[in-house]
T-cell receptor, first 113, second 112 residues
């Protein structure tokens, strides 16, 4: 079946630190990969996506590269800000399940000044 | 604002009752997805509709059902509610299945 595994949180970092949140997946078929972010009290927002191997998704300083050989899609940011504090979800979708998103359990990030 | 509207924002009800959650997708979007977010299960896909027809089914209980109406809004019906059904229920919409999905702010259901 399809599943996503991401690192457990919470992750606490100081402002301007480097961020990595690991995400690996298993999928039948050829998935698209996503990172969603959920700020407190809000719905999920798409942060970035990649639809094929070696694609790099990027947005707001965050990046993730679709690595088929390691079935990974790790999220990185070079210098985090307090405003990046949120819960981050890695997800995949495949056509044979109607492109429904299959989410990881989420990683809570707290950035302190 | 994602353009996806969910009502109500909060709902408190008793065990055994039935509730209906409503979702209005973004203008022009044909596909609607329902997800359940709980502390123990995380974010789980429940069901998808596309232009009025059921397209895909996830971990949806038999006590739950959904439909999408001709104006493309969708309703999720939850019946014989149990304490464990307390969760945040999200609706998402996309133009077609393989385009970006936009999420509503969710309905927080508390079963007491």
């Amino acid at each position: 079946g399809n599943s996503v595994t991401q690192m457990e949180g919470p992750v606490t970092l100081s402002e301007e630190a480097f961020l990595t949140i690991n995400c690996t997946y298993t999928a039948t078929g050829y998935p698209s990969l996503f990172w969603y972010v959920q700020y407190p009290g809000e719905g999920l927002q798409l942060l970035l996506k990649a639809t094929k191997a070696d694609d790099k998704g990027s947005n707001k300083g965050f990046e993730a590269t679709y690595r088929k050989e390691t079935t990974s899609f790790h999220l990185e940011k070079g210098s985090v800000q307090v405003s990046d504090s949120a819960v981050y979800f890695c997800a995949l979708s495949v056509s044979n399940s109607g492109y429904a998103l299959n989410f990881g359990k989420g990683t809570s990030l707290l950035v302190t000044p | 604002d994602s353009g996806v509207t969910q009502t109500p924002k909060h709902l408190i009800t008793a065990t055994g009752q039935r509730v209906t959650l409503r979702c209005s997708p973004r203008s022009g979007d044909l596909s609607v997805y329902w997800y359940q977010q709980s502390l123990d299960q995380g974010l789980q896909f429940l069901i998808q509709y596309y232009n009025g027809e059921e397209r895909a089914k996830g971990n949806i209980l038999e006590r739950f059902s959904a439909q999408q109406f001709p104006d493309l809004h969708s309703e999720l019906n939850l019946s014989s509610l149990e304490l464990g059904d307390s969760a945040l229920y999200f609706c998402a919409s996309s133009f077609t299945g393989d385009t970006e999905a936009f999420f509503g702010q969710g309905t927080r259901l508390t079963v007491v």
